[in-house]
């Protein structure tokens, strides 16, 4: 079965940018969305079609897919930013969820 | 904007049915742009998708849970349900609720319901 892989964890410090990666075989053909999960909190779609952003999410969050590396990129990052964020691709009609990256803002 | 509750037993005993509801509110769940899904996360863990239904009821289900996995619809109440059958400790897990908008393809899951933790135990 397809698989997604994440970073468990990434750090960064307030205004610098936080790249959170997800890889999978031949993963830049196939479209990727982004979710943040704060504790506690229902996810939230950040990024879909591997760039867009829904409406409300601000620009500093942007994606990109390429290869087989997926990269959500938080520029400017604030303290708000902490939360968990999962990838999630289809493969075959079966939607998959990558392990997720716990975002820590020191 | 799309709103979506689910509602359940909270607690099931293992070998038993799991029958969770969804209530959407904010649009009608007869929307061709839309499939209906169910995505669930064990304590402390990461998200998995179970499957989504549509209004006409048809389905897509991990090929995962497949075999103990029904969804329906009711259209008339404008909600959707999951039954998962013979249950274990491993199903224990908050359950999402969240529409798809397929209206442009690839589509993606836009909103989800706060989820409800159910607990599979004696």
């Known amino acids: 079965s397809y698989e997604l892989t994440q970073t468990p964890s990434v750090s960064v410090s307030p205004g610098q940018t936080a790249s959170i990666t997800c890889s999978g075989d031949?993963?830049?053909?196939?479209?990727v969305c982004w979710f943040q999960q704060k504790p506690g909190q229902s996810p939230v779609l950040v990024i879909y079609q591997d760039i867009k952003r829904p409406s409300g999410i601000p620009e500093r969050i942007s994606g990109s897919n390429s290869g087989n590396t997926a990269t959500l990129t938080i520029s400017g990052t604030q303290g708000m930013d902490e939360a968990d964020y999962y990838c999630q691709a289809w493969d075959n009609n079966n939607a998959v969820f990558g392990g997720g990256t716990k975002l820590t803002v020191l | 904007q799309v709103r979506l509750q689910e509602s359940g037993p909270g607690l099931v005993k293992p070998s038993e049915t799991l029958s969770l509801t969804c209530t959407v509110s904010g649009g009608s769940i007869s929307s061709g742009d839309y499939y209906w899904s169910w995505i669930r996360q064990p304590p402390g863990k990461g998200l998995e998708w179970i499957g989504y239904?549509?209004?006409?009821?048809?389905?897509y289900y991990n090929p995962s849970l497949k075999s103990r996995i029904t969804l329906s619809v009711d259209t008339s109440k404008n909600h959707f349900s999951l039954q998962l059958n013979s249950v274990t400790a491993a199903d224990t897990a908050v359950y999402y609720c969240a529409s798809y908008d397929n209206s442009v393809l690839p589509g993606h899951f836009d909103f989800w319901g706060q989820g409800t933790l159910i607990t599979v135990s004696s």
């Open positions: 031949k993963l830049g053909n196939k479209y």
């Open positions: 239904i549509n209004y006409i009821g048809t389905t």
